[in-house]
Structures are given as structure tokens and as C-alpha cells.
């Protein structure tokens, strides 16, 4: 059963434009959502995280949105870059199981130059 | 600072031949240890994790096994391997209780 649900699986943007990747989850035991990037043939890189005190955490251009009654955070990517074209998940944690990642199906993300 | 090593990179091994896959990290003590599997499509699956020499708890039935057997090695084995076995296998690591886990670069296994 997968306990995070991602979507799109797939995301085409243009040089400039905002990425938006979405995320759902169940357990209200979760209690520390990160976001990570991977590049093919590479380990995923921890991009940004959040915990459900917060409705909002912004690095940057990334920028993670946090609804804790709808159980969704998403991310946003704003001014998009080749650069960031890449695979995102989503993951949920909590924090007795001491870094066990529940991760989403991935959104590979295409930006055009 | 705090480095994961992984090896090897890709491997291609045939059916019923047994595997041996190694991750050592470096810069921490008593570090909380993890395999993944990535399958196409398919996100990240957490396999065993371990938080300390010789505990080692396995988060889905498979016909795989780990082992831990010094503080900051991680060993992915297998006796006979499955065509099912292939994919992407990831090493990470965490310290405490941080929640933050931090991956290597993989092993791309391919079971022919």
C-alpha cells in the first residue's frame, strides 16, 4: 500500500515558468515531509524538508507548502531552470522510526530551455 | 564531514547466482543504517534498516538479507537471485533520532 501518494508523474515547464509537484499522505503519524531530487544514475539529494507546524518553508526557489487537515504538501519551484530537470519525490517520516522514508513515485520533471 | 560509499556501481549478475552489495559510512559513529530499492516506476522501497551492530530489521518479506558487521558497514546479500531482484539499490544513513537520511549513489543491478 503506498502510504504517499505523488502526482504528476510526469511534468514538462518552461525556462522560467513554476514547477508544482503534489503530495498525499494517511498516517497522521507522520510528522516530517522532505523532498528529494535525483539525477539519473545518482542517489537521491535531500532538497528541502518540513515539519506540520508550519504551513509554508521557503529555500530559495524551492518553496514547500504544507495543508495538515487536507494531509497534502506540495512543492513549488519557482523560475524553473534546465538545470532542475530531474526526478522529485516526496517522502513522509515519523520521528520514532528514526529516518525510515516513505517515499511517492517519483515526478520527473522536464524543463525546457 | 559525513561520506557514504557505495560499491559496486552496476553489476549484471545471472539468476540463482548469489549477491553481495556493500555500504560503508564515513565521518559518523553509530550511524542508523538503510537499504532501498528503486524499481522503475516505483519510488523508493525501504528494505532493512539497521541501528546498531547485528540489529538489522527487514521491512518487507523478500529473498534478500543484511547484515550489519562493524559499526559503519552495511551488507546487502542474496543466496539465489530472482529476476525480480533487479533494480536500483540504495544505501543511506541517519544519526539519532534526525529524521534527515542521506543516500549513496547506487548500485544498478541487472539479474539476467
Known amino acids: 500500500q503506498q502510504q504517499v501518494k505523488q502526482s504528476p508523474q510526469s511534468l514538462i515547464v518552461q525556462k522560467g515558468g513554476i514547477s508544482i509537484i503534489n503530495c498525499a499522505y494517511e498516517?497522521?503519524?507522520?510528522?516530517?515531509f522532505p523532498w528529494y531530487q535525483q539525477f539519473p544514475g545518482k542517489g537521491p539529494a535531500l532538497l528541502i524538508a518540513?515539519?506540520?507546524?508550519?504551513s509554508e518553508k521557503k529555500e530559495g526557489r524551492f518553496t514547500i507548502s504544507f495543508n495538515k487537515s487536507a494531509k497534502q504538501f506540495s512543492l513549488h519551484i519557482m523560475d524553473s531552470q534546465p538545470g532542475d530537470s530531474a526526478t522529485y519525490f516526496c517522502?513522509?517520516?515519523?520521528?520514532?522510526?528514526?529516518?525510515?522514508?516513505?517515499f511517492g513515485r517519483g515526478t520527473q520533471l522536464t524543463v525546457w530551455p | 564531514s559525513q561520506t557514504i560509499h557505495q560499491w559496486p556501481a552496476t553489476l549484471v549478475q545471472p539468476v540463482g547466482s548469489p549477491l553481495s552489495l556493500e555500504c560503508t559510512v564515513e565521518?559518523?559513529?553509530?550511524?542508523?543504517l538503510y537499504w532501498y530499492r528503486q524499481a522503475a516506476g516505483r519510488g523508493l522501497q525501504l528494505l532493512f534498516y539497521?541501528?546498531?551492530?547485528?540489529?538489522i530489521s527487514s521491512e518487507v518479506p523478500q529473498n534478500l538479507s543484511a547484515s550489519r558487521p562493524q559499526d559503519r558497514q552495511f551488507i546487502l546479500s542474496s543466496k539465489k537471485l530472482l529476476l525480480s531482484d533487479s533494480g536500483f539499490y540504495l544505501c543511506?544513513?541517519?544519526?539519532?533520532?534526525?529524521?534527515?537520511?542521506?543516500f549513496g549513489q547506487g548500485t544498478r543491478l541487472t539479474v539476467v
Open positions: 543511506a544513513w541517519s544519526v539519532g533520532t534526525a529524521t534527515e537520511a542521506f
Open positions: 498516517n497522521t503519524a507522520f510528522d516530517y
Open positions: 518540513i515539519r506540520p507546524d508550519v
Open positions: 517522502a513522509a517520516s515519523r520521528g520514532s522510526t528514526l529516518g525510515r522514508l516513505y
Open positions: 565521518g559518523t559513529s553509530n550511524p542508523n
Open positions: 539497521s541501528v546498531g551492530i547485528g540489529q
